[in-house]
């Protein structure tokens, strides 16, 4: 994308793994999945937590390829046909930004974490973690204003006000807190303040992943709070729409 002059990764994007990509077939090292695992895992009989979390690492691993698949094929649908993923493309563009299927990658992800942002890779699609296509419609939205901002403000990644900020108008743009569209509609007050709530609380969640905040959701939430009002009301390049 540009040239890569922060140090680190947002938050939620932590993209350590980026370095092991390669072109080569990963190989399946984990336990057999038969019938009978997955039954097991189904309904629960003979597991602990810990084999239930090996089941679905397991899982991940064995069904990587076709789960690789579906998100490149939703990811491909999007690009094409989604209006604020569309839009959003060609924003960045305008910034001198350039996003295509070749930086927007679906890969495995170890995290709870549905996708990334990295200033040098571009964005990460977590293959395993996106339910279906509208999940991945947000999550693309979603960085893809990380990727706006980067682009036009200069995002500092290390400084963790410029990452809540980010983090603020991700939640708020990308309509990961819908259905706030609707409520809007309406006009309805206590809709507007659960979409507050929505994008306060995310975005403590991803700003508390932070390396250096090791999970910190009090430490997380005092600085998204410092600079909520602004970066909430910020809603470039969007115009009046979610006013
Ligand atoms: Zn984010």
């Known amino acids: 994308m540009s040239d890569d002059t922060s140090p680190k990764v947002e938050g939620t994007a932590s993209l350590d793994h980026e370095s092991s990509v390669s072109d080569s077939k990963p190989v399946y090292k984990g336990k057999p999945m038969g019938f009978f695992r997955h039954m097991s895992a189904i309904t629960g009989y003979g597991m602990t937590p810990e084999s239930i979390e090996e089941y679905r690492r397991d899982f991940d691993d064995y069904y ?37 299927s070749e930086n927007i990658k679906c890969l495995p992800c170890n995290k709870d974490q549905a996708g990334g942002f990295h200033p040098k890779y571009g964005i990460l699609l977590c293959q395993n973690k996106l339910r279906d296509r509208s999940h991945t419609e947000d999550t693309m939205a979603h960085e893809m204003v990380h990727a706006y901002d980067h682009m036009r403000f200069k995002v500092d990644w290390a400084d963790f006000k410029h990452l809540a900020c980010s983090e603020i108008r991700a939640s708020t743009l990308s309509g990961e807190c819908r259905p706030y569209q609707e409520w809007m509609v309406r006009g309805q007050w206590k809709f507007l303040r659960h979409m507050e709530a929505c994008v306060r609380r995310r975005a403590t969640l991803s700003v508390s992943g932070h390396p250096a905040l090791k999970g910190d959701l009090e430490a997380a939430g005092k600085i998204v709070d410092q600079v909520f009002e602004s970066c909430y009301k910020d809603t470039r390049p969007f115009r009046e729409v979610y006013k």
């Open 64 to 100: 990587a390829e076709t789960l690789c698949k579906r998100c490149e094929e939703n990811r491909d649908w999007l690009i094409q046909y989604s209006p604020i993923v569309r839009f959003m493309m060609d924003q960045i563009r305008e910034v001198n930004g350039n996003l295509s």
